[in-house]
């Protein structure tokens, strides 16, 4: 399996390079060159499989040659059992047609663990064999910052350096990532919004002078291997509630745009998905691109759902590709007007593809209490504020058959938006004791303006220069 750049100007990798890689070269993103698909035998023959023998086995034509069949195994094994869950991703029923299916089992809270947990993984495996040092560079709405540094802190041969937007993070998303004070963990608050914080992350990946001396990882979902975790849990989702007989419906809160492209790649490698709800909050740029073709990036407003006040979705530019047809040239012209603009207007052919899978809705505050109380009140379930997006884009959906489930995907841990929850629903939720003593540890960060340079120049002046 070879990846290739979404804007077509950077030489092809294999799973092994594109795990350790940033952004390509040409500024794009990787995507596998063809997508590998299963039959409806080879997904029935999936039911029954654990978590990590079905991770194995959805991720398998991904790796290729990167790593034996049996050794992707015992990582797979070795990432999910870490989970306070059995069932990993357990899924749970709402009502007559509503699914949660809750990824927030990890180390810290949130969906991210599932993906890091293996990537962290991943890059000691790789590491070892190209006795290389790697940094880890990445900008954190709050969650990625505290599952990536989870799944790498004290490894050897691993810097990370996490900028977050000073005071809009919750605390426990902060406390999760500054209270890990092992030496190889560099916590950075930067003035300004996660896209400010984003920005100088992906101009550190496109600076020659930093590329040059350092290798310089993302955790980001521009990271493929990310995506690709995420896949597994869309066929786990998919074959309990009876696939590949039964189409599914999926309603995800998305910001990043990487979590819903993953359920895209699962719907392209076979599995049978009826829809994918893109769920946004007021941060609408992705409502409106597939409602209307209109991707412009307006200001960040913060919300309860801080993770994802975002408006510039990195790998909005995969699904633009492949949908569009996946002509590079047209993607690097698309993404060249959009950094030079901040606006850019999907083509006819990129917005029919999309809208045969893909439908958004915009949840605002009231919206997304409301949905926050429906399930406490009819369901008895606490969910976190991204997942309440999600869960009122699946229950005012239009159009849908009958007999299609919709999953909405519970994104983090309602306790890691404690005082939203509460605002809600006058409860509490009780962190979980996985998470220890959290708030009675110290915290170590350095807070820094968002000036690239500023940026840039701590990082290179702590990071290990990669051997050779
Ligand atoms: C990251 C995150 C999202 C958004 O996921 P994307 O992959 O960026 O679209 C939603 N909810 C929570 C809790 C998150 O941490």
């Known amino acids: ?6 804007r077509g100007n950077a030489p092809a990798l294999d799973f092994e390079a594109v795990t350790l890689a940033g952004l390509a070269d040409d500024g794009g993103l990787y995507v596998p060159e063809t997508w590998p698909r299963f039959s409806h035998a080879e997904i029935a023959a999936m039911a029954g499989l654990s978590y990590a023998e079905l ?31 059995a069932a990993v991703t357990p899924l749970k029923q709402l009502d007559e047609r509503q699914w949660l299916l809750e990824l927030f ?13 293996l990537l962290g993984l991943l890059f000691e495996e790789f590491l070892a064999r190209r006795d290389d040092h790697l940094t880890i560079v ?30 809009r993070v919750s605390d426990v998303q902060r406390r999760q990532m ?49 995506l690709m975790a995420q896949v597994v849990y869309y066929f786990a989702a998919a074959l309990q509630l009876g696939a590949p007989q039964r189409k599914v419906a999926f309603a995800v809160p998305t910001g990043n745009f990487g979590d819903v492209f993953a359920g895209y790649v699962a719907a392209q ?60 040239a047209l993607i690097a012209a698309q993404m060249k007007h959009f950094e030079a603009t901040k606006a850019l207007q999907l083509t006819n052919t990129q917005r029919a593809a999309m809208a045969t899978l893909f439908t958004s809705a915009r949840a605002d505050a009231g919206a997304m209490v409301a949905a926050q109380r429906w399930a406490y009140a009819a369901c008895g379930e606490v969910i976190d504020p991204h997942t309440a ?52 540890r110290p915290e170590r960060f350095d807070r820094l303006s968002g000036d690239y340079a500023t940026v840039r120049d701590y990082v290179t002046a702590r990071a290990t220069p990669r051997h050779g």
């Open 138 to 167: 990445g900008a954190t709405s709050g969650d990625t910052g505290s599952a990536a540094i989870d799944a790498v802190a004290g490894r050897a041969k691993v810097d990370i350096f996490m900028l977050h937007p000073h005071g």
């Open 105 to 117: 089992h990890g180390p810290t809270l949130a969906f991210k663990d599932v993906a890091l947990q």
């Open 55 to 85: 991770a194995q086995r959805v991720m398998r034509p991904f790796v290729g040659q990167s790593l034996t069949p049996e050794r992707l195994l015992d990582l797979t094994t070795t990432a999910y059992g870490r989970f306070a869950h």
């Open 389 to 440: 997006i999600a869960l009122h884009a699946a229950r005012t959906i239009e159009g849908l058959p009958d007999d299609v489930p919709v999953v909405t995907l519970a994104t983090a841990h309602p306790a890691k938006f404690g005082d939203a929850v509460h605002a809600a629903i006058g409860e509490r939720p009780a962190l979980p004791a996985r998470v220890g003593d959290l708030f009675d």
């Open 178 to 226: 500054t209270t890990v004070l092992d030496g190889n963990v560099h916590n950075i608050a930067i003035d300004g919004s996660f896209d400010d914080a984003q920005a100088t992350v992906k101009r550190m990946f496109n600076d020659a002078q930093v590329t040059g001396r350092f290798a310089i990882a993302a955790v980001n979902s521009i990271n493929w291997a990310r």
């Open 1 to 6: 399996m070879h990846y290739v750049s979404t």
């Open 269 to 328: 490698m076979g599995l049978p998905v009826e829809r994918l709800i893109v769920a946004t909050n007021i941060n609408d740029i992705l409502h409106r691109a597939l409602s209307s073709g209109d991707y412009s990036a307006g200001s960040v407003t913060p919300t309860a759902a801080p993770s994802m006040d975002i408006q510039v979705s990195s790998n909005f530019e995969r699904l633009l590709f492949d949908a569009g047809g996946r002509d590079a």
